[in-house]
Structures are given as C-alpha cells and as structure tokens.
C-alpha cells in the first residue's frame, strides 16, 4: 500500500521567516495531496490540498508543490505568524477518496519570536 | 456548518476490558471513519463506513469492531483493551463530494 514519508519531525522557524515541510510518498497512482494542521490539545482540520493535475496550488499565505516525478509534495509558509505553531500532517490518496487517506507521521512546526 | 461530536472524551480502561467509542455528525456525510494517532506513529485508518450499515476495514481493523447505525452516527469498539495501552481516537467524516475530512476532537484512551 501506499507509504508517505515526512521528513522533518520538527521545524523552528523566525516569525516572518518562510517554513517549508517536505513529504515523499510511493504509490504512483495517489492524486490526491492534502495537509492538515493540528494546534496544541485540538483536533485536526483541513488547511490546503493540491491534486495530480496542477502542480501548484497556493491559498493565502500556503503554496503546495507537487513534483510527480520525484513523487514529492511539499508545503511552504511565508511570513509565518505564531498562529502558525502546530504539528503538520501531509497525506495521499489515489482518486476513490472513501478508501481513506495515508498520513505523514507530522511535522510540528514552532515559531519563535 | 456542523460538527462532529465523539464522547467520552477521555476512556479509562482495564485489560481485557470491551470498550466502545461514539462518534456523531451533524454534516449529513456519507462517509464515516475512525483513525488511531499515536505518539510518533501519525494517524492509521482503522474502520471507515460509505453509507449507513456498510462496514470497510482499514489498515488497523484487527482487535477493533464498528458499527453503523445510522448515517449520523459510528461506533467503534476496541474488543479486548491492551494493558498500558494509550492513543487518540479520531473520527472524521466527508461527503457531499467533497475530499475533505471533518475531524472530532477525539476519544483519549488509557488503559490500565
């Protein structure tokens, strides 16, 4: 089945610097990117996603890169803000979204003053 | 917009123990899951539901039974609970042909 690696288990960044989350996956079938963000004792919710057919997405303050070659998707912050602190889930599917996604282990992300 | 509401919050349980998690959304989705996060293990999908009554297994089924009674609610039940076992049980839902996941804010479970 399908497997996604996220590289960085954490990541500290300066408040207005950019932070960028990176995650691998293997099943060339998958179509379908999406992030989640889970802030400190919540749950998680639905940031940005990119499919197979576009290879950049961007929402605001979030771009998503998706590099089918490399099977490498990838998720970058600019101006990070503080409200920005959380652990980041990058995930994969192929297009039959019922079958569920494959999740990242996440990425906590923690910016500093 | 809606909600997903699981209860308890939080299940203290003893080996050996049955015990069961409710999940209920007020989305009118069709598609029900339940997902297990670990420390450092991330999210594993361990039932997921497509309609009312259907059941589909995941990665992680083993050990664990669902049921859909209806489309606004899944329950899940861990059969035989693991000594010193601890995890967040998620529950999420989607449909109406969207991908995105709504999530509950989770069942935390200890076991003694």
């Known amino acids: 089945g399908e497997k996604v690696e996220q590289h960085q288990s954490t990541l500290s960044v300066r408040e207005g610097d950019s932070a960028v989350i990176n995650c691998t996956y293997t099943d060339t079938a998958s179509s379908y990117f999406p992030w989640y963000k889970q802030e400190a004792g919540k749950s998680l919710h639905f940031v940005i996603d990119?499919?197979?057919?576009?290879d950049r997405k961007q929402s605001q303050r979030l771009t998503v890169l998706l590099d089918k070659k490399a099977k490498r998707f990838s998720l970058h912050i600019t101006a990070t803000q503080p409200e920005d602190s959380a652990i980041y889930f990058c995930?994969?599917?192929?297009?039959?979204?019922?079958?569920?996604?494959?999740f990242g282990l996440g990425t906590r992300v923690s910016v500093f003053p | 917009g809606g909600i997903i509401t699981q209860t308890p919050k939080f299940l203290i349980g003893q080996e050996g123990q049955k015990l069961t998690l409710k999940c209920q959304q007020n989305f009118n989705h069709d598609t029900m899951y339940w997902y297990r996060q670990d420390s450092g293990k991330g999210l594993r999908l361990i039932y997921y539901s497509i309609t009312e009554n259907d059941l589909q297994k995941g990665d992680l089924s083993e050990g664990y039974d669902a049921s859909r009674e209806k489309k606004s609610s899944f329950s899940l039940t861990v059969t035989s609970a693991q000594k010193n076992e601890m995890a967040v049980f998620l529950c999420a839902s989607n449909g109406g042909g969207q991908n995105t996941l709504y999530f509950g804010a989770g069942t935390r479970l200890s076991v003694l």
């Open positions: 995930a994969a599917s192929m297009g039959n979204y019922a079958q569920g996604l494959t």
């Open positions: 990119i499919r197979s057919n576009v």
